[in-house]
């Protein structure tokens, strides 16, 4: 499966982004999908996952409350992380990436993803 972000840019702590990730070549319906992140000088680290059958989310403790990430309503290939109160902490590159169905420990992990996008830049600015 091939995959393809976007949706990020500057914006002012407070704001709010839409990021959008577009898979191509396979169906979702047997994948797990995740958001991560990867800021200048760190390592990539995990944002949000979603199980694409029954829609289970998983967050990272950082971004509970304030990010979301949901699968496309009209069931194309899309999923979503919704970006709300952002924080200067949160700039970074933002991945999707997209794994067969992994034990639910496994989907913060980012070994156990092996189709990820290009990345999109994510910058607040304080």
């Known amino acids: 499966v091939q995959l393809q972000a976007s949706g990020g840019g500057l914006v002012q702590a407070g704001g709010s982004l839409r990021l959008s990730c577009i898979a191509s070549g396979r169906t979702l319906r047997d994948y797990d999908m995740g958001w991560f992140r990867q800021a200048p000088g760190k390592e990539r680290e995990f944002a949000a996952a979603?199980?694409?059958?029954?829609?289970?989310?998983?967050y990272a403790d950082s971004v509970k409350g304030r990010l979301t990430i949901s699968r496309d309503n009209n069931n194309r290939n899309i999923i979503y992380l919704q970006m709300n109160m952002l924080k200067p902490d949160d700039t970074a590159v933002y991945y999707c990436a997209a794994t067969p169905r992994v034990a639910l420990s496994g989907l913060a992990e980012v070994f156990s993803y092996g189709n990820w996008g290009q990345g999109t830049l994510v910058t607040v600015s304080s």
């Open positions: 979603i199980r694409w059958r029954g829609g289970t989310t998983v």
